[in-house]
């Protein structure tokens, strides 16, 4: 009987990593949303959408509130490119990888989010500081089994695993399925955790970002394991 070959994943692209980024993804969305004045801190999409509806109504003021988390996003992919390049520049050894750097900064930015009151200017520096983790994390967490993906939006995750599904049907390619399912597993545990956040959002109100803290402490702790095995 034939052995089947395993291969060996980094914890930064196993399933169960983007998993729980995923959902921690959908959650930080909702949570700005529903308690930050209705702005989408991970899809800059509908905040430029948003932006431009505001801006030919004549809603200047309701205009402006869209535009920092943009360049907040923009801003912390520049971050995350800065991270990676100056870790893999000098890896020594002992010392953080570069990634669970990433993942503290983003708890530090979070915990100063859970401190801010709700409402006024409190909610936009608390919505840059969001969009600024989510550039961190879509930036340098990008691969689950070497199929590139995204935590923090769906839209290219729901096409890629919707092509793979149809190539699947196609050429009859068990492979071709197992990598189609991880990315609608990424979408579910990305719906999951919006609604976790929708749940938790009146009842915990600015404190419900912690949540979003315990996911990330959780992907910080798998990273200090070098590798995992999967079929």
Known sequence: METRRRARVQTSEALRAGLVLAVTGGYLDAYTYLCRGHVFANAETG?????????????????????????????????????????????????????????????????????????????????VGVSFVCALQVESFRRVHGQAYATTMCTGNLRSGTELLYRCLREKDPALLRHCLRYYAVILA????????????????????????????????????EEVETR
């Open 190 to 225: 990305f719906i999951a955790g919006a609604a976790a956040s929708a749940l938790l959002a009146a009842p915990l109100g600015r404190w419900s970002v912690l949540v979003a803290c315990g996911g990330l402490v959780l992907v910080l702790g798998m990273l200090f394991w």
């Open 47 to 127: 905040n430029m959408v948003l932006l431009g509806i505001n801006l030919v109504a004549g809603q200047w003021s309701a205009a402006v509130k869209y535009i920092p988390p943009i360049f907040a996003f923009f801003a912390g992919v520049l971050v995350a490119e800065w991270m990676r390049g100056r870790g893999k520049a000098r890896p020594e050894r002992g010392r953080l990888h570069w990634r669970q750097r990433v993942l503290l900064l983003e708890l530090a930015v979070l915990l100063a989010a859970a401190l801010a009151p709700l409402g006024g200017g409190w909610d936009m520096a608390v919505n």
